[in-house]
């Protein structure tokens, strides 16, 4: 069992789910829309067809010149976010 706190991100990619935190990666069984119902919603949104994120481990949001949204981790890591969900994030952030 991983801790809902514990969680960094989730993606999908080739057919599996995996679940990302500070001690690793792992397989998670569920799918991504699944997982999206059952995380807490005041913590997670969904960034892309493929990764949902936790908001409390985000070190902040970059807007880039080409319009895409940056998202840095607390941990170093990064990625970003799908230009069909940028109004979904401002909304989840109150901008």
Partial sequence: MINQNDIINIYASNGKVF????RGEFT??????????SLDYNKFVRISKSEIINLEKVS???????????VLFKNGKSTYVSRRY??????RLGV
Avoid at 28 to 37: A, D, P, S
Avoid at 86 to 91: A, N
């Fill in 19 to 22: 679940a990302v935190t500070d």
């Fill in 28 to 37: 998670v069984t569920q799918r991504l829309y699944e997982l999206e119902n």
């Fill in 60 to 70: 902040r949001f970059n807007l880039k010149i080409s319009g895409t949204v940056y």
């Fill in 86 to 91: 940028v109004s979904k994030i401002k909304e």
